[in-house]
């Protein structure tokens, strides 16, 4: 069975600090793992996806993430926030074996203040 | 290219009513999923169709739901009979066939009062 955790469902940081968002996953094969991002009343976009290349993955909107297998972790991060990505953040994994359906953390709200 | 589009983006309805959302996937996206969020948890699968066949529907809560895929195009997802509990946000998605990104609709936000 798959698992993700975020740690932290509220993260607020100051316009220009460094963003990071921590997931940490489990599963008992080979995952993809996925940064979505929900903006106040959108859908969900993807960030950015790790599907077994290379270990850190660049995203839209300045943001990545790196894959830590010894760690099981694919935390986002991000040099400089902008009052723009303030938005809810998503962590996901699923594995070409199940269909590809996604387990997703409970979400993280992330707060960009001046 | 158009995205996932989802109807209705709000639905209010009573408990006990009948309420039926709709999915119209990526044009020739073989793979529709659908997904809910209950407010304060995590989004979780509901279920997966490959064209019009269910390929697994493990995440459907009870017989109350039911959906469908006729032709393999747009999906349905009807709740009969619509329970509080139900509330949520749908999220459809749909994906290219052997492919892992998911593409997501707004989604519908049902409140069942």
């Known amino acids: 069975a798959q698992s993700v955790t975020q740690l932290g469902s509220h993260v607020s940081v100051s316009e220009g600090a460094l963003v990071l968002l921590r997931c940490n996953y489990s599963s008992s094969v080979p995952p993809y793992l996925f940064w979505y991002v929900q903006y106040p009343n959108q859908g969900l976009q993807l960030l950015l996806k790790y599907t077994s290349a290379a270990t850190l993955v660049k995203g839209i909107n300045g943001f990545e993430a790196e894959f830590k297998k010894s760690e099981t972790s694919f935390h986002l991060t991000k040099p400089s926030a902008h009052m723009s990505d303030a938005a809810e953040y998503f962590c996901?994994?699923?594995?070409?074996?199940?269909?590809?359906?996604?387990?997703f953390g409970t979400g993280t709200q992330l707060k960009v203040e001046l | 290219e158009a995205g996932v589009t989802q109807f209705p983006s709000h639905s209010v309805i009573e408990k006990g009513q009948t309420v039926t959302l709709r999915c119209d996937p990526i044009?020739?996206?073989?793979?529709l999923y659908w997904y809910r969020r209950v407010m304060g948890k995590e989004i979780k699968f509901l279920l997966h169709f490959v064209k019009e066949s269910k390929q697994d529907e493990s995440g459907m809560p009870n017989n109350r739901f039911l959906a469908e895929r006729t032709g393999g195009t747009y999906s349905t997802l009807k709740v009969q009979p619509a329970e509080l509990e139900d509330s949520g946000v749908y999220f459809c998605a749909s994906s290219q066939r052997g492919a892992e990104t998911q593409y997501f609709g707004p989604g519908t936000r049902l409140l069942v009062l």
């Open positions: 996901a994994v699923s594995f070409t074996g199940g269909g590809n359906k996604l387990t």
């Open positions: 044009s020739g996206h073989d793979n």
